[in-house]
């Protein structure tokens, strides 16, 4: 049993099955907007960034945000209202959407980064909350309406994204190009200081490290792309609304992120993914999307607080574990 | 018709009454939320759900069994006290090993289901809960008209809030308390049974939640939303006034709703952010809290 077990795994280490794995995800993402729905598809990807946006904080430096969803939703009303009402080019509403996301995660780093884990929890949601009110009464979002029929423009003048498929391409670029920028963020100096810090902070501080810089850092970073995925989904159902700035969506995303796995590349794919299918099943069955994803939420809390994929992965460690300590 | 800074006298009374009856809620969940957490070190997301649950009670007791005002002003708050006690012995005790976050993103995780649960049962609409007969009328001031279940609600909150100011600082079950704050297993040692202690200080502290609740009834519209959205504001407080210290979050509370207030007055599109606003720039001057030590 064992030994099928390091059979398979040394397989999984094999590089080329792993490049295997990924020409058949890669297939599947380029087959899938033909058979699934593409706008669901898009609605998925644009949460696996959000989620693996606040894992860089959450996840990796331990800073448990409450506020996420003022990024997310600030930028799609950034991105909507420059792109309807100025008629600004994609490229240019998308990237708005994220300076202004960048400026207020800046704005919120630079008064919460001092205060510790509850207390930065309640600055982050107190100040998402203010930018949800002023979503409500400001003239251009147009309150509870949202702003409605934004277009989606052109692709560098290029490429017509009205076209839903070719709009799913260029959201599942963005998205890639996201995803890869924060791997490449987890697995440099950088990323090992944020788990250092997370770790041990007193002792991180003592290296001689400027703790609060590389908070800073990270937290603006995890504001800019938690604003891109929200510029991108404005964009892909050309419609802004007052969900997307409300404190349950901050909280959804911290579910997706911990019911996938706090601090694994792979979990917030997996916990947003679950989350946003389940939305989806929930809203035409008629029970209460929110009562059903806040017992998520305490299940998740009380019983498995690795979520899957934190779970899967020390399953299978301490499964290799096993044999090497029967032989010695 | 006397005015000061432009603003007719009456108006700006009538505002900063208002802003004394949001204050009076401020300082109770806020006192409820400072105390749970110097007991628990948990900050519990619920409160504001808790309140709603409270105020849901009041309303069902008088539209489905005609239970009226003066008996839900004691149910309500068991009920949800009681509630409370079964949360923290199937849950919150569990969480007090891990890291805080967890306790906090568990009653984050309990407000989220009890607001869907009320929506989905009772729709999202507001319900209107009448006045207690006793308490309809206005007092004629000469300056101002007050009704009188506007100054019952703030009378009958301050009382609350200085009696357990009271119990907290000069009995002996307060002295335990803050003992069993600042180090549980020497209070353990005194033969003092702290984890009991800590269950009925969820329970009451959540019980006064629900007793806000009551009296926001014929206040407020009852409906499955006014929890969360006073909870944020509740937390900007906490932040504002620091959790150290109980009476501190009684005077930010309702200082906090008097300026809220006032801000209604002279600049209204600003008044639902103010708050936040002012947490913000306490917080860039002095970021422990006006009166709160350093978490």
């Known amino acids: 049993m064992t030994t099928l077990l390091h059979k398979t795994l040394s397989f999984a280490n094999n590089r080329a099955v792993r490049w295997l794995a990924l020409l058949v ?98 600055i982050t949601l107190a100040l998402a909350q203010m930018i949800y009110f002023l979503a409500v009464q400001m003239p251009f979002t147009n309150g509870e309406d949202g702003i409605q029929a934004i277009p989606r ?109 706090l601090g694994t590349f792979v979990g917030p794919i997996i916990g947003s993914t679950f989350v946003v299918a389940l939305e989806h099943f929930l809203a035409t069955s008629g029970l ?30 301490a499964m290799i574990e096993k044999p090497d300590s029967d032989r010695h | 018709m006397p005015e000061l800074f432009g603003v007719p006298v009456v108006v700006l009374l009538g505002q900063i009454m208002l802003g004394l009856i949001n204050g009076s809620f401020y300082a109770v969940l806020s006192l409820g939320l400072a105390i749970i957490f110097g007991m628990l070190n948990v900050i519990n997301f619920a409160h504001g759900a808790l309140y709603m649950m409270g105020a849901f009670i009041t309303w069902i007791l008088l539209s489905t069994v005609g239970i009226n005002y003066w008996a839900a002003l004691i149910v309500a708050p068991l009920v949800v006290g009681l509630f409370g006690v079964v949360v923290e012995r199937l849950a919150l005790r569990h969480l007090y090993k891990v890291d805080h976050l967890y306790s906090l993103l568990f009653t984050f995780g309990l407000a989220l289901a009890l607001e869907g649960l009320f929506r989905y049962i009772y729709g999202s609409a507001g319900k209107p809960y009448p006045v207690p007969e006793q308490l309809t009328g206005v007092f004629k001031l000469g300056f101002m008209i007050l009704p009188i279940y506007r100054a019952w609600v703030i009378i009958a909150a301050l009382l609350v809030c200085l009696l357990v100011w009271l119990v907290i600082e000069k009995t002996r079950l307060g002295a335990w308390l803050r003992a069993a704050t600042e180090n549980p297993s020497l209070v353990t040692a005194f033969g003092i049974n702290v984890p009991l202690m ?45 959790l150290g210290s109980v009476g501190g979050s009684i005077l930010t509370g309702l200082s906090l709703g008097v300026i809220e207030g006032l801000t209604k007055t002279f600049y209204p599109s600003a008044s639902t952010i103010v708050i936040f606003v002012v947490m913000a720039i306490v917080l860039i001057i002095r970021p422990a809290g006006l009166f709160g030590r350093e978490a």
Request: charged residues 10%; hydrophobic residues 60%.
């Open chain 1, 25 to 122: 995800l890669a297939t599947a993402l380029l087959v899938a907007p033909f058979t699934v729905y593409p706008l669901f598809l898009m609605n998925v990807f644009c949460f696996v960034l959000f989620a693996s946006a606040l894992n860089l904080v959450l996840g990796y430096a331990g800073l448990l945000s409450l506020g996420h969803a003022a990024f997310f939703g600030g930028a799609a009303y950034v991105t909507a209202h420059t792109a309807k009402a100025w008629d600004w080019p994609f490229e240019i509403a998308v990237l708005a959407g994220m300076c202004f996301a960048a400026i207020l995660g800046l704005f919120m780093g630079l008064i919460g980064i001092k205060r510790y884990g509850i207390y930065f929890a309640m």
């Open chain 1, 288 to 317: 209460p999307v929110s009562l059903v994803i806040g017992i998520i939420f305490m299940a998740c809390v009380m019983l498995f607080r690795r979520g899957v994929w934190g779970e899967t992965k020390a399953r299978i460690a």
């Open chain 2, 198 to 242: 800590v269950t009925l200080t969820y329970g009451f502290c959540v019980g006064l939640a629900g007793f806000a609740g009551v009296l926001a009834a014929p206040i407020y519209q009852v409906s499955p939303g006014m929890g969360s959205s006073l909870i944020i504001v509740v937390f900007a407080v906490v932040v504002i006034g620091g």
């Open chain 1, 153 to 261: 423009g052109t692709l560098l003048g290029l490429i017509d994204l009205s076209d839903i498929r070719a709009m799913y391409f260029v959201v599942l670029g963005f998205v890639i190009l996201g995803m890869l920028l924060i791997w490449r963020c987890i697995h440099s100096p950088f990323g090992h200081i944020l788990a250092a810090i997370r770790e041990n902070e007193p002792r991180a501080v003592s290296l001689g490290l400027d703790v609060a810089r590389y908070k800073l850092i990270a937290f603006v970073l995890s504001a800019t792309l938690s604003g891109l995925a929200g510029s991108l989904k404005v964009l892909s159902f050309q419609l802004a609304a007052l969900n997307n700035v409300s404190w349950h969506l901050s909280g959804e995303v911290v579910l997706m992120t911990l019911i996938g796995g």
